[in-house]
T-cell receptor
Framework: SQKIEQNSEALNIQEGKTATLTCNYT??????LQWYRQDPGRGPVFLLL?????KEKRKERLKVTFDTTLKQSLFHITASQPADSATYLC??????????FGTGTRLTVIP | DAGVIQSPRHEVTEMGQEVTLRCKPI?????LFWYRQTMMRGLELLIY????????DSGMPEDRFSAKMPNASFSTLKIQPSEPRDSAVYFC???????????FGSGTRLTVV
């Protein structure tokens, strides 16, 4: 069965630097990969979606890449700010509409 | 739009009692999902509906769990009887179509004592 893994449980980064989070999948290439942000006590909030045939997607300071050879998606936050501190979840979607989530990476941006 | 609305926000109940969680999806969203989140297992998909019809309930842990969607604007997740291991945060989410992001509610934190 498909597994989606976010290797880092936690990532600390200095304000102003670029944060890079990794998401790996183990078997077949998902049709879509999605990235969400979750703050404590709240539901996940959708950030970006990238399709299997897309290499890169951008939205303001956010960038997502999808490498089907490496079976990996990278999520970048440029010019990081303390307000970016949260847990970031990667999710894969294949076939039907089921969306399966990784366990998340908790990002802390240090002022 | 008010987003996906879940109630109650918190629920504390005794083992063996029936618990009903409620969800109102975003108007026009044809898909509705119930997820459960725990520290150990992360976000797990329990069941999803398309146009009010249950499509995949393979994630429902056991027969104690049931979900209904009587109309396009309302869904319930029921646990009967509840057990301490059901303690978790339960999220409802909706989306217009595949290939689009999901909108999650604020969740219901369930504690079974």
């Amino acid at each position: 069965s498909q597994k989606i893994e976010q290797n880092s449980e936690a990532l600390n980064i200095q304000e102003g630097k670029t944060a890079t989070l990794t998401c790996n999948y183990t078997n077949y290439s998902p049709a879509y990969l999605q990235w969400y942000r979750q703050d404590p006590g709240r539901g996940p909030v959708f950030l970006l979606l990238i399709r299997e045939n897309e290499k890169e997607k951008r939205k303001e300071r956010l960038k997502v890449t999808f490498d089907t050879t490496l079976k990996q998606s990278l999520f970048h936050i440029t010019a990081s700010q303390p307000a970016d501190s949260a847990t970031y979840l990667c999710a894969e979607q294949t076939g039907a509409n089921n969306l399966f989530f990784g366990t998340g990476t908790r990002l802390t941006v240090i002022p | 739009d008010a987003g996906v609305i879940q109630s109650p926000r918190h629920e504390v109940t005794e083992m063996g009692q029936e618990v009903t969680l409620r969800c109102k999806p975003i108007s026009g969203h044809d898909y509705l999902f119930w997820y459960r989140q725990t520290m150990m297992r992360g976000l797990e998909l329990l069941i999803y509906f398309n146009n009010n019809v249950p499509i995949d309930d393979s994630g429902m842990p056991e027969d104690r769990f049931s979900a209904k969607m009587p109309n396009a604007s309302f869904s319930t997740l029921k646990i009967q009887p509840s057990e301490p291991r059901d303690s978790a945060v339960y999220f409802c989410a909706s989306t217009q179509d595949r290939g689009k992001g999901y909108t999650f509610g604020s969740g219901t934190r369930l504690t079974v004592v």
